[in-house]
Every structure is written in C-alpha cells, then in structure tokens.
C-alpha cells in the first residue's frame, strides 16, 4: 500500500514511519510519500526515516518531494499533519491573544481559531486534490485543530476523511491502568469535540468502573487527570473531562500561568525545532539521535503550565512515547485488512448526537472495518457538556463560513462567541491583530 504524509517534513513524522517499520503482515504499507513545500524540512526527516530504517527487513520504502500531485496519485492513504504558517505562526497566535488578556493555545479559544482560519484553506484545497486524483483513498487528518479540519476536508471527501488524536486513547489507558484494567479490553465511553470531551465510563467485562475512580480520592491523585482537575471538581461532573478542557474550567488560571510563561509553548517548539533542522544539515550529525533528545524535550514539557497551575507534577514516563501513531496504524490495519476495531475518532455525527446535526464532526467511539469509521451509538450528554460542545461547534461553523466566503464578519463572531473571549470589541482587536502578521489571512476582505 502506499501511504501519502501531507506534512512529510514535520517533526512528528518519524513517529509514523516508526509505527509501520513494526507492522508486518498482509495489506501493509511498503511504500511513503513525503509531501512538503519545503526541501530542507524533507531532507532532514528523510535523513532520520533512513536511519530508523537501518537494519529493518522490508521497511517501507521512502520517497520526498515538493509536488503535490505527483504524491497524491496512487495514494491508498493520506495522512494529513501540515502546520500553516508553521511554528512561528503559532507563536504569533499565542502573542496576539495573550496582549488582549484571553488564552491563545493552537487549538483553544482565540489562539485556536486563529489557527483555524489559516488552515482550513489550505486543508480545503488539499482535500479537492485528493478526491480528483485519488478518489479512492483514505484521508486520515492530524492536522489542528482536527475536529474543525476533518469537517472542512469532509464537504469534498465525506466519510472517507477521518480525525485522529491522541488525547482520548491516552485518557482511557490513564484511568484504565489506575484501575487495575486491561486498556486493551476496557470499553471507554468517551464523547464529545476534539479536545473538549468527557469519559462517562470506562467499562470491562460489562461493568462499570469509572464510579470506584470516582469514589476514591487517592486513585483520582494517581493520575494525571485527577491532578490537574481536582478530585472535588471530577466528583461534581461525574466524569472524567478531557485534559484540554482545563482552559475552561480553569481558564483564569491557565491565561495567568501561560502569559507569565517565557517563551510562550509555541515560541519554545519553534527555537527547539530550529535548532534540530539546523542540526542535521550537517552530514556527520546522527539524525535520529538529534530527533529522540528534541522529541523527549518536547514530551516532557507538554502542558506543563497547566500541572504548574494545578500542582499535578511532571507527566508519568508511559506518557511520553506518543500515541496518535499507533492510532493511525489500527485506523489503516482497520480499513485495509478488514480488521474490526473500536477506536476513538473525529467524524461525522449522523444521528449519534441529537444536540448537533449529521454534518457536525464529533469525537466518538467508532466501529472501523473495511467500509470505513461509524459512531457507535451513545447516551445524550448532560446539559452542562451540551451547551458547552453547542458553542464551540458554532464556533467552529463560522470559521468554516469565514474560510469559505471570505467574510471578516464571519471571523469576528468566531472570536466574539467563544465561550473563552468576553467581548466583541475584544474580538474584533483579535482580529486585527492577527490579519497584521499572517498574511495568510488576506482572503479576510470584507
């Protein structure tokens, strides 16, 4: 099979390929193609993809270049992980959202949509690439905020485009492994938006779990959730929320905590990343030891201004290793083999959840084989998750109106109904402080 990486110079691509040097068996992939505009981003992951390699009977084989077309005809899939505006757009988000006192996190509230609005463009046109030239293939999208993207990508790609992301399948083997619990045989009832949902439940052999969790202080401090949240608070909610939705609950704290902090997330990755590209443009570097110490940096300092806030500590050592790769992996094994699994994923809603319509994408278990992802059916959500996934979801609907029509009214009721955002003149300064340093978002004309 041959696998298209949209992206294929990003730093997290080793992850992938990583995962796949360890698959064998039939309907595997023996071939990657690695699209990116840039020549020096490819050079370097093409370097750390070859020393991965090393040693490895029947690796994929791995080609680069800089033309989309020529990478997408042939594809069995595509997975799409582009960053527009790259890392220093990022930091240019966080910047512009923490001078207006509002968080500015890539994929949260103003930061978020900003994000968004220079995305969805470019991840639009992708996807009318991919269902020209190669019609028949399997869109897997990582690229953020994913939920948004997988719904934009969707109008021309439908089932065929799904989300991934880590978060929930790294959440359900936390509580699981507090529990004493088989992740592998536990079944998480996990619903709501990329990177704003809850696990209700978390069920093995029929039986729920997830109320001893609950009832018990001492095994809500064991984990990283519990830290973050408070056993109080997760007691009140009766669930487990995801770990972004601690910009909500605790956005005061999490604005106070991420502008003290410099260099801001996005600033660190961009320097960080800097200095590993430039590193392996030196033939005698080792590339994939360059890339193992950026990415354990990396890893560690993941949200660590939120466990500051919080005092949850530093994250446990089996968090550190990743997991969207293997979750791509078993989407692929899924599909093409006609392997039935349950996995966590961002897709269309169909009748799944009434508050939100069949277009909406949501974050579901799904039931995946060859025909593709379909939701499993789930209870309502209560009132104070379904306000909550209603505004952001309308949020999101008006970032996909503005990347459509171009209306810049359009872009500030995005900022102005966030739930994170409380003022419509701070919208509109948002606005205008983004349109002056991306130019990307010059499409914004009236």
Known sequence: ?????????GFRVPLVYGALLGDRGEGRVTRVV??????????????????????????????????????LRGADFVFSAIRVGGLEGRAEDERVAFAEGVLGQETVGAGGIAYGLRTVPVADAFARRVALLAPDAWVINFTNPAGLVTEAMSRHLGDRVIGICDSPVGLGRRIARVLGADPERA?????????????????????????????????????????????????????IPNEY??????????????????????????????????????????????????????????????RETAGAGEREPEDLSG?????????????????????????????????????????????????????????????????LVCAVKAVEREVLTAARTGSRAAA?????????????????????????VHPGLAYLAY
């Open 1 to 9: 099979m041959r696998l298209v990486i949209l992206g294929g110079g």
């Open 187 to 239: 079944w998480i009832d996990y619903v709501g938006l990329n990177h704003l949902g809850w696990v209700r439940g978390l069920r093995v052999d029929g039986r729920d779990e997830l109320p001893r969790l609950l009832a018990d202080p001492d095994l809500l401090g064991s984990f990283e959730e519990g830290r973050l949240f408070g056993a109080e608070w997760l007691r009140s909610l009766g669930a």
């Open 323 to 387: 997991g969207y790769e293997k979750v791509a992996l078993a989407l692929m094994r899924a599909i093409a083999r006609d392997e039935r699994a349950t996995l966590i994923l961002n897709v269309r809603n169909g009748a799944t959840l009434s508050a939100l319509d069949a277009e909406a994408v949501i974050e579901v278990p799904c039931a995946v084989g060859a025909s593709g992802a379909h939701p499993v059916s789930v209870d309502p959500l209560p009132g104070h998750a379904t306000g």
């Open 245 to 306: 939705l601690h910009y909500y609950y605790f956005n005061r704290e999490a604005v106070r905590a991420h502008r003290e902090t410099d260099p801001t997330r996005g600033a660190f990755l961009r320097d960080q990343q800097a200095r590993f590209y430039d590193g392996v443009r030196s033939p005698g570097t080792p590339a994939l030891a360059a890339w193992d110490r950026t990415r354990a940096e990396r890893e560690a300092t993941y949200m660590a201004e939120n």
């Open 412 to 436: 500030v009721k995005a900022f102005a109904l966030h739930p994170l955002v409380d003022s419509v003149t701070v919208a509109r300064r948002l606005l205008d402080g983004y349109l002056a």
């Open 34 to 71: 690695l699209y990116d505009p840039d020549p020096a981003r490819l050079s370097a992951i093409t370097r750390v993809l070859a020393e991965q390699a090393a040693g490895v009977p029947d690796a994929p084989g791995v080609t680069a270049t800089t033309d989309l077309d020529e990478a």
